[in-house]
């Protein structure tokens, strides 16, 4: 799909244009060709003309010609300029949409972002042609189109802002524009790596000073003046002493327009003052402003008398006093020097009257120079508000058009000059060095003749020999210097040269249409004669130095910023005006020639300033004179794209599968595989040693660019999030250690939380891997009831999988384990020593069992036998006798026979002593007669037969340890009585009153057996991960 997409548009035979992606245009859009470079008879100037003139009639202003943009001014309102349309305009291709100002603006911007190179925007076109109003566009575009930032608001306000001002400033109605820019302007937008605009700067240009204390005939003063007068409210009038009345003001009244139908001073008033405030001027500040402004006024009514003596003095007192409390100088110092100037001559300082003529010309140059540097002031104001370095930067020029008028003077002279100046790098960027590289590259070609006005150029500018360098020695020569005797001088210097002509060089038809005072230069826009009037003094620029001495000491902070008294010590003769003009000239170009140029070429329908109105022969003369039609003639014959290979192929190599990632071999193989991919014929393309020259222009929009820039603005903002979030954590982190002893809050909450979770996370690595693991990581202080609580969980747990680990022999050996633990514990002294010796499942094997007893027993199981002695009831004889448990009763056994049964029911309770002996006493109940009295027996594992009665009988809460002697009933309900005494050796005998005494060893076995030892007695089933080590 991407490769239909390069085709753009055709051309059908029958001139008509047809736009392959013409989806977005609509039928009106489409009159005539949108794009010159689509003209079939593009050679012809009259199709030219009828191209533009038919779009025109459709209100279609706007026409390309490549990528310059052609606008002729409408003179009226046409509603394309809404936020819709600039919505309309974004991210969209050059060609996908009908010509506008807003797709250059966008273009532009987007090929500063994409290639990351400075760009600038250079509008071209005489004066009332459009300029002003085009770049006020391209400015609006971006302040509301770029994306920006909440505290970027200010700066698009202020950006937009700064225009009304150095409008209101720098404006005035002239013959040919109601709103003619008196100055030139240069603005940096300033952007971020985003896209941004996050600043801007403007450099502004010669100042038509002298229309402040004269206008030609229809033209008006500056704006602001007018403003002021028509807008400002009464107390301001009367505070600045001023009448509404502009015909009061003789600096006003010099062109006898002080009203124009056309303009809306009030409105300007209103929109100047709210710019002031918007951009940050001070109460305190406009107030000075606005005295600077009615001082200049109140300067422009001062008179002046001449005495009989010759002598010249102030005749309008009045209006002096108003001005010396404007200016806040001293009124007699103000006096004397508007009256006298100071010499110095041999070191010493003389005062010398002034003429009434010289002293008129003194007041109108300090008018000149008050209003010249606060303009300047406002705009090193207007910068500071503004001011922010971005990292690319897109510059837009708008300086003043090419203008001829009744009467041309310096000024004129100056602003023509600087037109020339603008074609040479129009024609330096467009027409030579696009025709030079051909050359250069060997590409057939078939040079289109232009005409270079590089000649001009030199005429003025040229050392030594140019009319500035002439002006200049005239203005420092010693002698009797004027402005006729450098018409001399050009004439001597530059006679036959053949754009400059004067009154006594020229032939009979010319020389009656020039005066004896003015010569003509044949600029490339058209001829125009200039009057040498006054060019020595404007050039000279000089204030007298009394008067600059005089507006050092003001009080007003505008007027003290603007007259330095490091000037008055300064000896160094300035530079004159046109030289200092001349050099920022050539730093401007320089500036210009280090960006990439977008052209926006303005054409002036008619001189009428109307509407609707399409004055042929002008336009002609501006087709000629701007080079369109050599401009079209190299673009068609050209190749309207251009690029070194490796930047080609860097761009383009995704849409190709073989140069898609990297292409390994040689650059113009790459670059001829790409565009043979791409589907170009070879008519269509050219391959020189470094460039690759293709008929059409891959347009930027296709998917590359988009990808790449999408691609490479994700990263960056990913990596930018990426350190963004970092600094904040590493942030975050100290703010929280600083208060971690706090209340858990938002202060240290994320401190906490990561030193809790590191915690757990630690823990999670280093728990206990058994019941016997006794160790635990130390929790932070805001986690030790947790971490108690969990250490809790995980010894239960670990005691649990322990428990199911055990196998259910060794369960049922533990289960008894803990009944003799809980009987015998601390209890009987015998405890200790059995706890290390296993229960037995049981003592007799059935070899041992008579089978006479076990055929009596019958099906009862025996489930525990063991050998013991019995203690007869009487004369305590002790006769061995087996002990047998099955599941309901205790048997008694001689041998082969039965001696005693006694059901679990009929068992009463089991004593035993509490010391270290084996006898026990199983009480029996003794209502029951078959049940002869209760037993007293011996038996080694006194503990585990204890233990197993017991439990077998459910009697464990019936065992009795017995601190002393154990009772018994003895036969016939006689009681009777073992005692239990520590002798030398073990005996058990009858002893004193019929007792049985049991004489036991002294034992130092150990009272107690830690229960952790216990556990080293028991194999257990391995339980899972828990068990490793055991
Ligand atoms: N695009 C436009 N739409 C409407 N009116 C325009 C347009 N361009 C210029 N004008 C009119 O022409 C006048 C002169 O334009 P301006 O930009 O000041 O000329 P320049 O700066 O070239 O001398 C403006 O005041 C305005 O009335
Ligand atoms: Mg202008």
Known sequence: ??????????????????????????????????????????????????????????????????????????????????????????????????????ALSDNTYRAMKTSRRDQCILISGESGAGKTEASKKILLYYAVSCPAHQRMASLRDCLLQSTPVLEAFGNAKTLRNDNSSRFGKYMDIQFDFRGVPVGAHILNYLLEKSRVVHQN??????????????????????????????????????????????????????????????????????????????????????QFGEEEDGQTYVTTEMELKTLTQLLGVDGAALTEALTHKKLTANGEEMISPLTFEQAGAARDALAQAVYGRTFTWLVEKINQSLALDGSSVIGLLDIYGFEVFQHNSFEQFCINYCSEKLQQLFIELTLRSEQEEYETEGVAWEPVQYFDNKVICDLIEEKHKGIISILDEECVRPGEACDLSFLEKLEDTLGGHAHFVTHKLANGKTRRVLGREEFRLLHYAGEVNYTVTGFLDKNNDTLYRSLKEVMCQSTNHIVEHCFRRGELVDQKRPEMAATQFKNSLTKLMETLMSKEPSYVRCIKPNDAKQPGRFDEVLVRHQVKYLGLMENLRVRRAGFAYRRHFEAFLQRYKPLCPETWPVWQGELAEGVS??????????????????????????????????????????????????????????????????????????????????????????????????????????????????????????????????????????????????????????????YPPSVAALFLGTRLGDEHINLKVVQTLGSEKVQYGVSVIKYDRRGFKPRPRQLLLTGSAIILVEKTKIKQRIDYDALRGISVSRLSDGILVLHVLCEDNKQKADLVLLCDHVIEVVTKVAMMANKVDQVNVSQGSIRFSAARSKEGVVDFTRGPELKVAKGKHGHLLVIIVNDSSKSCIDLNECVHLFPFRPPGRCDSKE
């Open 217 to 302: 005939h229809g033209e008006r003063n500056y704006h602001v003046f007018y403003q002021l007068l028509e807008g400002g409210t009464e107390e301001q009038l009367l505070h600045l002493h001023l009448d509404r009345n502009p015909q009061k003001y003789l600096y006003l009244v010099k062109g006898n327009c002080p009203r124009v139908s056309s303009m809306n001073d009030k409105n300007g008033w209103k929109a100047l003052v709210k710019a002031l405030s918007v951009i940050g001027f001070t109460e305190g500040e406009v107030q000075e402003l606005l005295d600077v402004i009615g001082s200049v006024l109140h300067l422009g009514n001062t």
């Open 1 to 102: 799909m991407l490769r239909h997409r390069l085709r753009i548009f055709n051309v059908g035979v029958d001139g008509r244009v047809r736009l392959v992606l013409e989806g977005a245009l609509t039928a009106r859009d489409r009159v005539g060709v949108q794009d010159f470079v689509l003209l079939e008879n593009f050679n012809s100037e009259a199709a030219f003309i009828e191209n533009l003139r038919r779009r025109f009639t459709e209100n279609l202003i706007y026409t390309y010609m490549g990528s310059v943009l052609v606008s002729v001014n409408p003179y009226k309102d046409l509603e394309i300029y809404s936020p819709q349309h600039m919505e309309r305009y974004r991210g969209v291709s050059y060609y996908e949409i009908s010509p506008h100002i807003y």
């Open 673 to 830: 595989t790409l565009v043979q991919y791409l589907g170009y014929k070879p008519e269509e393309y050219k391959m020189g040693r470094y460039l690759v020259l293709s008929e059409y222009p891959v347009p930027e929009e296709i998917g590359v660019i988009v990808i790449q820039a999408a691609w490479r603005g994700m990263k960056a903002r990913r990596r930018a999030r990426r350190r963004r979030d970092a600094a904040d954590l590493i942030r975050r982190l100290i703010k929280g250690f600083i208060h971690r002893h706090e209340e858990y809050g938002p202060d240290n909450d994320y401190f906490l939380d990561h030193v809790r979770c590191s915690f757990l996370k630690t823990l999670r690595r280093n728990l206990p891997r058994s019941v016997l693991d006794k160790s635990w990581p130390t929790p932070p202080p805001a986690l030790t009831q947790a971490s108690e609580e969990l250490r809790q969980l995980n010894m239960r747990n670990m005691v649990r999988k322990f428990c199911l680990a055990i196998l259910p022999e060794w369960r049922k050996q533990m289960d008894q384990k803990v009944v003799a633990s809980e009987l015998f514990r601390g209890q009987k002294d015998s």
